[in-house]
């Protein structure tokens, strides 16, 4: 999800999509202790979503107060 498509959500729906991906964050190193066919760049692509939506969430707190 680019960060155009995040700026249009509203701040309800970025908190729900930091929880997401907080879970899937978790699923993935469950899967590296299971040794289960993992695919490491996830890791990063996940780590760079949660800091673009917590961003985002953060720009808003400053603009409103």
Do not use: P, Y
């Not at 202790?33 to 961003?55: M, Y």
């Amino acid at each position: 999800m680019n960060a155009k498509d995040l700026r249009s959500k509203t701040t309800q729906e970025l908190l729900d999509e930091v929880k997401s991906l907080l879970r899937e964050q978790f699923n993935l190193r469950m899967q590296k202790g299971l040794s289960e066919g993992l695919k490491t760049h996830q890791f990063k692509q996940v780590r760079r979503a949660i800091a673009r939506v917590k961003t985002i969430l953060a720009e808003r707190e400053r603009e409103n107060g």
